[in-house]
């Protein structure tokens, strides 16, 4: 079994500050992480993924996160916050079925980031 | 080189009916799996496809179906139509086996 707690429903920054969004995982196995984004009314884009190489990811629009096995945890992380970050970010595990196939994202629940000017 | 397309954009059906969404995946890519994503809720897992047989499943009754055709498009059926339905249903394709997914834009179905 999976899953994904996004510890945070909604984070409000001022632009040019540091962004966190926090998120722990529980998987059975090895899992793969991603983050994406989701603007409004606008698809999923993949933000960045962990797939067991190295534990820092570095993703798109300056984006990073840190997988870390003994907290559980892959917190997104952004230098300073941009207005156009301003969106809902999605943790979201992965687990091989089977030990063949990487199939069913398991998705937590959002966190909605306001940047403010 | 287009991404993962999906259609309609909207839909509006009445409890009971039965609808039918599509969708192309990107270029390429072999495996189409399906999400609901509820207002204010992430995407849930429905199933996934890959040579035109169902792989893996989530937690959806069997008013929910689909089916992948040779050239890997996929379709999603729902049957008898229940307010609950009403959603933003997700595809996603990728290559078997591989991690990553690439989500289409979505069709918003709203019953009444």
């Known amino acids: 079994a999976q899953s994904v707690t996004q510890l945070d429903s909604h984070v409000s920054v001022s632009e040019g500050t540091p962004v966190l969004l926090r998120c722990n995982y529980s998987s059975s196995y090895s899992p793969s992480l991603f983050w994406y984004v989701q603007h409004p009314n606008k698809g999923l884009q993949l933000l960045l993924k962990y797939t067991s190489a190295a534990t820092l990811v570095k993703g798109i629009n300056g984006f990073e996160a840190e997988f870390k096995k003994s907290e559980t945890s892959f917190h997104l992380t952004k230098p300073s916050a941009h207005m156009s970050d301003a969106a809902e970010y999605f943790c979201v595990v992965s687990t091989p079925t089977g030990g063949t196939s990487y199939g069913k994202l398991t998705f937590g629940q959002g966190t909605i980031l306001t940047v403010h000017p | 080189d287009a991404g993962v397309t999906q259609s309609p954009t909207h839909l509006i059906k009445t409890r009971g009916q039965q609808v039918t969404l599509r969708c192309s995946p990107k270029s390429g890519h072999d495996t189409v799996s399906w999400y609901q994503q509820a207002l204010g809720q992430g995407p849930q897992f429905i199933f996934q496809y890959y040579e035109e047989e169902e792989r893996q499943r989530g937690n959806f009754p069997d008013r929910f179906s689909g089916h992948q055709f040779p050239n890997y498009s996929s379709e999603l059926n729902v049957n008898a139509l229940l307010l609950g339905d009403s959603a933003l249903y997700l595809c996603?394709?990728?290559?078997?086996?591989?991690?990553?997914?690439?989500f289409g834009p979505g069709t918003r179905l709203t019953v009444t």
């Open positions: 996603a394709s990728s290559f078997w086996g591989a991690y990553e997914q690439y």
